[in-house]
């Protein structure tokens, strides 16, 4: 057994730097307040509070900081910018993370198998994820965004496309998914509790609720849980998890707010798969496997938790500056046991596949610090507003496998049932490889009000990243990298209502893949450029925006089929120089009317590799995204009825076959969705939703040899009460 001590950040000197410059925040004059230059106290504006009722509040925010930490309204955020709200993910029960990204603008998703999902944006891996703006690792299973996160944890999901290395340090251009948490924000008893049921047999329950803890409602806290358990439309598929959040929050005077958390999820599936089916008969021709086929053994498993403990500060100075303060610990463990099939059966026999058999355990620690203050000031008669902060993370994964014996032939594979005898797994692990990635920087940014229609935003951001990894085949690898990443945005108000902006960030991305020889891909440089316009309407309730983007990049990945490292499992990758992706992003999300809350999102990109033209062809090109609710008045008051579209245009894959490569067409797919819901009173209300009510059958491709068949038609009937 490999044993070692948890790393300590290492973040001293930054925050020295920044303790430094505090006395300086604290004595920033006040602001004017009109010509008699009386001063006047700046206010702030807090997160938003979750009013419940049945009147649907707007499917966007006024204001978001996720891309810069300053605090800016959407039309003033110089990026592209999704924002799913509570009341949009209860609308169309939107219960995972992955449910939440695939209905968002301008991103799709893929899967190696049932557990491991992965998100894409403008062509890139989607790998930065942070809660409530602090960086936070990604998925165990894949290097992406953890898409079986429940949402019930969270207040609502903040999808920022592009590069965002000023806050998220090393990453992808491709977005940031930022999970904005519940807090305990009434000062009065409340709760809700939601029971479903739905297609396959699937049961969940969801509790919410928040009390003050003391009679002044000074100190408030709010515990959510939830339970769900269901089968699937896959054969042997069975999943049950369990979700538990809760948080106090704590006013230490007039200007200063404490806030406490954790969150723990498990997620227990059995029959899971590993990998894709046999795509492809012996003699070339595909295989038409029935949608509910699963190659998983009966015995699968691949129970994953996740664990995360944290504590805020926030301070409100007279002068209209913020300090925000936080560190979290953050767990995940992964325990599996395996199966898997290659090869190509007979049209005849079924013969023909070799089997092979897994049993993993991963353990993954990360501990963050993150440290800013905000606020404005003046320069040259104009008010300015300005960020300084810094943050550091350290991340251990500990990898260890159980090597199993001689496994039977499967026979007749196009019998196959998932009865198959359980693997001969080692009784003792086998270490397989253990990694220590530690990232910190520094980061400041200035908004300038260069002119009454003129904002300049500028920035940088100091990043410095450290891989030390041991592996058992592959022997030990050391990289250490240091960029100084800009940033800079430019909006114009062309009216009261409309903002044109342009803004370009440089890119910095180490890479943990490899070459077919073991060697580590150097690193993604590259730069990303975005050009649009944006509206705010109906004070904000409504935002639109058209991004036009150019992203350029070099030592961009890509699979090789049927390419491994020495082990035989793990994927190898080549990589391209010079690659671009181009397109647009448009969207529209908010109140249309009193009764009409909708978003559409149509995004376009194509992304090149010089000498081998498109690349990730499995992703489609096109996507169009929209869903929208409106509450009817009158005899019909108390109903709301919904629905929406997601469609996507064709794409193909490169599948492994017994010829070599071979290509797998998916022709574009239009999927339609409904909801319904009556609210009996201001408390009781019962709601169904549909997905894929044509009952589409089609595959998700990937660029890994994989596919699988999509699911289909499929309901849901949720009773929710709410207890004020």
Partial sequence: MHHCCRPRLRVRPLFLALLAAMPLLAQAQTTPDGDDGTARKKTTTLDAVNVKGQQLPAYTVDQSSAATRLPLTLQDTPQSISVIT?????????????????????????????????????????????????????????????????????????????????????????????????????????????????????????????????????????????????????????????????????????HTVLSVGYDYQKTKPTGVTWGSFPAFYDDGTLIHWPR????????????????????????????????????????????????????????????????????????????MVDLYATGPFQAFGREHELVVGINGSSYSNDYFDYPSGDLPDPGNFLQWTGNYPYPPFASQSAFVSDTRIRQQGAYAAARLSLADPLKLIVGARYS???????????????????????????????????????????????????????????????????LGIKGRHFDGALNTSLTLFDTRMSNVAEAIPGGYLPDGITQAYTSFNGTQSRGYELEASGKFSDHWNGTIGWSHFNIKAPGEGAIHTALPRVLVRAFTTYELGGSLSGLTVGGGINWQDASKAPVDGPNGTQ??????????????????????????????????????????????????????????????
Avoid: C
């Fill in 464 to 530: 410095s990243w450290k891989n030390d990894t041991d592996d058992a085949v592959l022997g030990v690898y050391h990289e250490s990298q240091s960029k100084t990443l800009p940033y800079a945005g430019l909006i114009y108000d062309i009216t009261s209502n409309y903002s044109a902006f342009a803004s370009y960030t440089k890119i910095f991305d180490p890479q943990t893949n490899r070459y077919q020889d073991g060697s580590y891909l150097d690193p993604m440089i590259g730069s990303s450029r975005e």
């Fill in 86 to 254: 509570s009341q949009r993910m209860t609308d169309q029960d939107l219960t995972s993370v992955r449910a939440v990204l695939d209905n968002t603008t301008g991103v799709q998703s893929t899967a190696y198998d049932t557990e491991r999902v992965i998100f894409w944006s403008r062509g890139f891996l989607i790998e930065n994820m942070a809660y409530d703006g602090v960086p936070v690792a990604s998925s165990l299973n894949a290097q992406s965004a953890d898409g079986s996160l429940d949402t019930s944890v969270y207040d609502r999901i903040e999808v920022i496309r592009g590069a965002t290395g000023l806050l998220s340090g090393a990453g992808s251009p491709s977005a940031m998914i930022n999970f904005v948490r519940k807090h305990a924000d009434s000062p009065t008893p409340q709760a809700d509790v939601t029971l479903s049921y739905g297609s396959w047999n699937t049961r969940r329950i969801t509790a919410d609720g928040s009390t003050p803890l003391n009679a002044s409602g000074s100190v408030r806290a709010r515990l959510v849980a939830t339970h769900e358990d269901g089968d699937s439309y896959l054969d042997r598929y069975h999943n049950r998890k369990n979700v538990l959040y809760g948080v106090v929050d704590a006013d230490l005077g007039e």
């Fill in 292 to 367: 509910s086929f699963s190659s998983a053994a009966n015995w699968t498993y691949w129970n994953n938790t996740t664990q995360t403990a944290f504590v805020q500060l926030k301070h409100d100075f007279d002068n209209g500056w913020q300090l925000h303060a936080e560190a979290s610990h953050r767990q995940t463990d992964a325990d599996s046991a395996l199966f898997y099939v290659y090869g190509f059966p007979n049209r005849e026999t079924g013969e023909g596949v070799t089997p092979y058999a897994y049993k993993s355990f991963q353990r993954g620690r990360q501990n």
């Fill in 663 to 724: 290509y797998v067409n998916q022709s574009s797919v239009l999927l339609l969705g409904a909801m319904a819901r009556y609210a009996f009173n201001d408390h009781a209300s019962l709601q169904v939703n549909g997905d894929n009510l044509l009952n589409r059958k089609y595959f998700v491709l990937d660029d890994y040899s994989n596919l699988y068949n999509a699911p289909p038609a499929n309901f849901m009937l949720s009773f929710n009460y709410k207890f004020f």
